[in-house]
């Protein structure tokens, strides 16, 4: 398999196809995911089994932490009938430890499941994984600085839930737009959709690259690099607040320099929000939003837009898998 065709476009159709990247997806496509959503929202709300993918088992291999992907895919799994094969610290505890690649892991696990959930530690990592697996999907959860797509999906999902509609929106990102791997899909979906505007609040060396903010020019999304919370818009429909990304920094001076530059507080939201909007993190947190905020009812970030997480994951589970 190529990478293209690892890349290649759902074109309204799931079934089998790796998810590695927001590039892969339509507008229509990303439609039809949430079509799905309530199905699976109501069979989870009504402890209801779903049987979409009874009889397969998928194996969940994490090179890096992780607490919502892990568990909310372990769930989603579960809840469709599915088995799991979870492998936490390859690096250790398989034989990875021994020396094997990336590629050889995946055929091996290839020989036990249907479906490989792979978190990993290099952008590129998670197309080299679809790459192995012949027959198989792989769902990429997060490549080191590259992709996130399933939590777009679902940030995506919470945007329309909120406002009907992903176009003509103004968001407005804030912190590690460099080394965060869900702005990078968030950006790439809402460029899909005609007259969106993001604002974007960085610390200088983690803004978004030149070349991606090029690409989604040309899409015609506005983008607008902001300096200071003074010039976050009065306008803005969702706030999308992020963690500087420590793991990715090469010393902790420079990290700890950067990684309070923009804290969210509730004084904050008070002079620079308004009625409408939403406040959105994909979590973790790190000291970056002030405990305060979350019992704002605008704040989506330890409520719906995680719960949204494990209703996209059944739907696309179901959709690339079910029968
Ligand atoms: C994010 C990730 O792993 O990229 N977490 C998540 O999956 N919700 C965000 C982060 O780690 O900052």
Redesign the pocket.
Same mark, same amino acid.
Request: net charge neutral; glycine share 8%.
């Given at each position: 398999m190529s990478i293209e065709k690892n890349n290649e476009t759902i074109n309204g159709n799931f079934k089998g196809k790796n998810i590695l990247s927001l590039n892969q997806f339509t507008p229509q496509d990303i439609g039809i995911v949430f079509q799905e959503a309530p199905r699976m929202r109501a069979a989870v709300e009504n402890r209801q089994q779903l049987i979409d993918l009874k009889g397969q088992v998928v194996t969940l291999l994490f090179y890096?932490?992780?607490? &919502? /992907?892990y568990g909310s895919f372990t769930s989603a799994i579960q809840r469709l009938d599915g088995g799991i094969i979870p492998v936490h610290n390859p690096e250790t505890t398989t034989s990875i430890a021994k020396g094997e690649t990336l590629e050889d892991t995946i055929k091996t696990f290839e020989c036990w499941s249907d479906g490989i959930v792979i &978190?990993s530690r290099m952008p590129g990592d998670a197309v080299r994984a679809a790459d192995a697996a012949l027959y198989i999907p792989v769902f990429n959860?997060?490549d080191g600085i590259g992709e996130?797509p399933t939590?777009s999906l679902y940030d995506l999902y919470t945007l329309q839930e909120q406002f009907n509609r992903l176009n003509h929106l103004t968001g407005v990102i804030v912190g590690?737009l460099l080394n965060? &791997? /869900?702005i990078h899909s968030l950006v790439k979906g809402l460029s899909l959709y005609r007259g969106n505007t993001v604002y974007s609040l960085a610390p200088e060396r983690l803004r978004l690259p030149q070349n991606e903010i090029t690409e989604l020019t040309q899409r015609g999304m506005k983008f607008i690099e902001i300096d200071t919370v003074n010039d976050i818009p009065a306008q803005a429909d969702f706030w999308y607040w /992020? &963690?500087v990304?420590k793991e990715r920094f090469s010393s902790s001076e420079e990290y700890e320099q950067v990684k309070y530059q923009f804290v969210l507080t509730p004084k904050l939201v008070q002079a620079y929000g308004n009625k409408h909007m939403i406040i959105m993190h994909?979590?973790?947190r790190?000291g970056e939003i002030e405990l305060g905020v979350d019992t704002d009812p605008r704040s989506v970030y330890l409520r719906r837009q995680?719960r949204n997480?494990l209703y996209i994951r059944m739907a696309l589970l179901s959709l690339v898998m079910g029968k």
């Amino acid at each position: 398999m190529s990478i293209e065709k690892n890349n290649e476009t759902i074109n309204g159709n799931f079934k089998g196809k790796n998810i590695l990247s927001l590039n892969q997806f339509t507008p229509q496509d990303i439609g039809i995911v949430f079509q799905e959503a309530p199905r699976m929202r109501a069979a989870v709300e009504n402890r209801q089994q779903l049987i979409d993918l009874k009889g397969q088992v998928v194996t969940l291999l994490f090179y890096e932490p992780s607490s &919502r /992907t892990y568990g909310s895919f372990t769930s989603a799994i579960q809840r469709l009938d599915g088995g799991i094969i979870p492998v936490h610290n390859p690096e250790t505890t398989t034989s990875i430890a021994k020396g094997e690649t990336l590629e050889d892991t995946i055929k091996t696990f290839e020989c036990w499941s249907d479906g490989i959930v792979i &978190r990993s530690r290099m952008p590129g990592d998670a197309v080299r994984a679809a790459d192995a697996a012949l027959y198989i999907p792989v769902f990429n959860a997060g490549d080191g600085i590259g992709e996130h797509p399933t939590q777009s999906l679902y940030d995506l999902y919470t945007l329309q839930e909120q406002f009907n509609r992903l176009n003509h929106l103004t968001g407005v990102i804030v912190g590690d737009l460099l080394n965060g &791997r /869900t702005i990078h899909s968030l950006v790439k979906g809402l460029s899909l959709y005609r007259g969106n505007t993001v604002y974007s609040l960085a610390p200088e060396r983690l803004r978004l690259p030149q070349n991606e903010i090029t690409e989604l020019t040309q899409r015609g999304m506005k983008f607008i690099e902001i300096d200071t919370v003074n010039d976050i818009p009065a306008q803005a429909d969702f706030w999308y607040w /992020t &963690r500087v990304q420590k793991e990715r920094f090469s010393s902790s001076e420079e990290y700890e320099q950067v990684k309070y530059q923009f804290v969210l507080t509730p004084k904050l939201v008070q002079a620079y929000g308004n009625k409408h909007m939403i406040i959105m993190h994909p979590l973790p947190r790190a000291g970056e939003i002030e405990l305060g905020v979350d019992t704002d009812p605008r704040s989506v970030y330890l409520r719906r837009q995680m719960r949204n997480g494990l209703y996209i994951r059944m739907a696309l589970l179901s959709l690339v898998m079910g029968k």
